[in-house]
């Protein structure tokens, strides 16, 4: 069953049909379109830097071309084509960034000049514009007639639409199904879909479960007819196409021989919050151009014509946002067969998409793309009503702004923070965000901050190239660029100091799961990859595949007794891995499964001196003899009692100290007292990941993936399919019997200056696109620019020559052996 009867849900009706489920039905309130699909502009932009949004958008437009055909049913596609206006340096690199990320996923993207965007737009003033991009696919359809189009395409194929039904209540039964009940009858079924759109909340509530979606007003213009562009139509000369400066935060597209702009404002309101009035149908609020007269008078300057008509008609209505701004597409924790595909900000665009995916994950078990992107799960408990005003007000108003990697938004912070928080504050914490968690990304020196030469920017509306109110009300110390910024140097001082003596993180943030009972160690050994622990304090990295063979899930598990196991898994994916283990775990009281994540905090201290230091605060021995790498135990670190595992993320002899959260301030004061007759120093996430990169350490979302096969990924050492059934075990088989597509490579990537691979790059070979880098950074400790990739097979053998193009521009890249620093664990193991 489908609740929710716009686009989005209509699609995913469609498409559940399309995959042979004949026996589906859609329950609409209203009438079809009645809720925020009636009064979108209909746009159809492919620009995403999200992998996963951006094959899902990818998708739609595909399918919007062929419907029409198929259905018999007229959609209004016009593709027209899109350009993207740069008036900033940063600005043409973001779009060359994502021109690298549209190579790689099959999307065209055509660079302008100033001249060339002249010669498409004529009405548009080129002054100040050092560049664009096109996207030739792109363009607009009209939303209504795509939605009957998706309905009857679904009827043919059987499915059933019940308009003007109301869902009052879902109940679970005895046998495990769903009953929906209605104002027209019950209706019984295996799963449920949520795409309710501005009740997405509502609808959550009725389940059981907070859904992080918060609608917000937009508003755009419609203008009356132009005589230029009536008599470019009269003269059958082509629409100039979708027009957006981004710099100027809008869009602008011709209509029935007008304009329609539509700015994304700061100020603009969340709306709904506690879900639309029952009665509400087509519903507009009160325009407020007042809220849009900055953005106006840019649209004036660049595109003379809007302001020479009147104004025929202002839509004001809600759109549905998530705290990222991109959609949540997937299975509600907790529950089983219950799915959202809710938070649809450009829902037009993605439907089909979201669509295809979700009824693809709902009848095959699995989605054909890695959705982590959309995921529900990757919002937790903290993501409640107050938080989501604020982020969804936030994301609304960043739609346009520059999304740097490095981005970190500055809305509902602090929120999650550790007890070391101010200590690391202190001590000059630039604080970054996971999970709603305060984390520092790198340390900047007593007193430091931006100088205004740092935060120069050319004169547009979105000008800012750093947060303007850093959350912790510190100066801004951290510029946001594509390239090598001013925190560059500071990182690499953290990496070589952390290699030649010793250094403490905070990554309190980790999942952490305790897994005890009789059934504990069958069920955890048919869960993963790898073969469990057999001694007690002994440690394994372990994979949780997906049903098709790629990789789901990654947990460090320490053996802490017979029946009891000790899970770590990266602080992102909590909720996500907490459902897959939870939804897994047998119901006949074999296993008792806890999330232990907000008891226990996290310290890593890490470096050749770490093991001197740690001796002098425990008498347990840490000799390597006693305490060899991957193994751990409860030891006391003063009065503290803590389990201290031999593992860490940068490739140093290093421990981590997973102790009682009350205890850690404690810990810390004992730990940095001590520690500075050895040197001892702070150092943050970014230093970690330049130095795991140096590893060829992989992660999930990144090189580990479900579109990855654990043997394309190179867990060789970590997959046993000999050692009995796991999840996922027959498909890998298969997969590696059929024979692979990808290969894992580290690369050196040579005559780099000032811009690291960051990820989503593509890699050529001869000008063929051949793969994709998944993680780069520039090694401080073996002085080269690295990159992690996935490369055709054949290419993948070392000293293999290839292309990686960063921000627009060739670098010979050589592929080289794993682990370029310290390839025999030395160091770790030491």
Request: proline share 6%.
């Amino acid at each position: 069953m489908v609740i929710g009867g716009g686009v989005v849900g209509v699609s995913t009706l469609y498409h559940l049909a399309k995959k042979g489920w004949s026996d589906v039905v859609l329950i609409e309130r209203k009438e079809l379109t009645s809720g925020s699909t009636w009064h979108a502009a209909g746009l159809l932009p492919l620009f995403n830097l999200s992998y996963s949004v951006g094959q899902i958008h990818k998708y739609s437009v595909e399918l919007y071309k062929s419907l029409e055909a198929e259905t018999d049913q007229p959609v209004g596609l016009k593709p027209v084509s899109n350009i993207r206006l740069a008036r900033s340096k940063d600005r043409m690199d973001e779009f060359l960034y994502y021109k690298g990320v549209a190579e790689t996923i099959g999307v065209k993207v055509n660079v302008l000049t100033p001249d060339e965007v002249k010669e498409i737009w004529p009405l548009c003033e080129t002054d100040g514009i050092i560049g664009a991009i096109q996207h030739p696919d792109d363009g607009y359809i009209q939303p209504a007639d795509l939605t009957q189009a998706l309905a009857k395409g679904a009827r043919a194929m059987g499915a059933e639409i019940n308009r003007f039904t109301t869902v009052t209540g879902v109940e679970r039964t005895a046998a495990g199904k769903w009953l929906v009940k209605t104002d027209k009858g019950d209706i019984t079924t295996d799963h449920v879909v949520c795409a309710t759109g501005n009740f997405a909340r509502e609808t959550g509530k009725m389940f059981g479960i907070e859904v992080p979606v918060i609608p917000v007003e937009h508003q755009y213009i419609v203008t009356e007819p132009h005589p230029e562009i009536v008599a470019r139509h009269k003269a059958g000369l082509p629409e100039m196409g979708v027009l957006r400066e981004s710099d100027s935060s809008w869009y602008m597209r011709e209509e029935n021989g007008g304009l329609i702009l539509g700015p994304y404002e700061i100020g603009a309101p969340c709306c709904y919050v506690d879900g639309p009035d029952a009665s509400s149908e087509y519903e507009l609020f009160q325009e407020d151009l007042d809220r849009l007269a900055p953005y106006i008078e840019t649209a004036i300057a660049r595109v003379p014509a809007f302001g020479e008509v009147g104004i025929k008609k202002v839509y004001n209505g809600a759109i549905a946002y998530t705290p990222d701004g991109s959609p949540i597409v997937g299975p509600a924790w907790d529950l089983p067969n219950v799915w959202l595909n809710e938070g649809h900000s450009f829902g037009i665009t993605a439907a089909g998409g979201a669509g295809w995916q979700l009824a693809e994950w709902i009848v095959e078990g699995e989605p054909s793309i890695d959705m982590i992107g959309v995921d529900p799960r990757r919002f937790g408990p903290y993501a409640g009503r107050g938080y989501l005003r604020t982020k969804t007000e936030e994301a609304y108003a960043n739609v346009f702004t520059m999304h740097y990697p490095d981005e970190e938004r500055q809305g509902a912070r602090p929120l999650r923070r550790t007890p070391c928080y101010d200590r690391m504050s202190e001590l000059g914490a630039v604080f970054g965000t996971v999970f709603g968690w305060e984390r520092p990304g790198w340390f900047a020196p007593k007193g430091y901050e931006l100088t205004a030469e740092d935060k120069k920017f050319e004169d547009v509306l979105l000008n800012h190239n750093h947060p303007a109110h850093p959350a912790d009300g510190k100066p801004p110390r951290e510029k946001w660029s594509f390239r090598r910024s001013n925190y560059f140097k500071y990182v690499g001082e953290e990496c070589r100091h952390v290699m030649d003596a010793v250094g403490l993180q905070d990554m309190s943030p980790f999942a952490k799961f305790e897994v005890t009972g009789p059934g504990a160690e069958a069920w955890l050994d048919g869960l993963v990859a790898n073969k469990l622990p057999k001694k007690t304090g002994r440690i394994a990295l372990t994979h949780m595949l997906s049903k098709n063979g790629g990789v789901r899930a990654e947990f460090t598990i320490m053996k802490e007794g017979e029946g009891k196991y000790y899970l770590v898994s990266a602080g992102a994916m909590e909720r996500h891995d907490f459902d897959y283990l939870t939804k897994l775990r047998p119901r006949d009281g074999s296993v008792d499964l806890q999330k232990v994540t907000t008891q226990l905090g996290v310290l890593v201290v890490a470096g050749p001196r770490s093991r001197e230091l740690l001796q002098k605060l425990t008498d347990t021995d840490l000799s390597n003899a006693a305490f060899p790498w991957l193994s751990g135990k409860t030891v006391s670190i003063g009065w503290a009692e803590t389990r201290l595992l031999r593992v860490n993320f940068v490739g140093e002899l290093g421990f981590e100290l997973h102790h009682p959260i009350e205890t850690q301030n404690y810990l810390f004061d004992l730990i940095m007292k001590e520690g500075a007759a050895y040197g001892i120093r702070p150092f943050g996430i970014k230093t970690m990941s330049s130095l795991s990169v140096e590893k060829s350490y992989r992660l999930i979302g990144r090189e580990l993936s479900i579109e990855y096969s654990a043997y394309e990924s190179a867990l060789d050492r970590f997959v046993h399919p000999n050692k009995g059934a796991f999840i996922g075990r027959d498909a890998l088989v298969a997969w590696r019997e059929r024979g692979f597509k990808n290969r894992f490579v580290t690369l050196e990537v040579l005559d780099v200056t000032d811009c690291d691979a960051r990820g989503s790059e593509p890699i050529l070979k001869n000008g063929e696109l051949v793969g994709r880098v998944t993680n780069g950074t520039y090694g401080w400790r073996i002085g080269k620019s690295i990159a992690l990739a996935m490369v055709r097979p054949d290419l993948g053998e070392v000293g293999s020559e290839l292309d990686v193009v960063i921000l627009g521009r060739k670098h010979r890249a050589i592929v080289i052996p794993e682990s370029p620093y310290d390839p025999d664990n030395l160091r770790l193991r030491a």
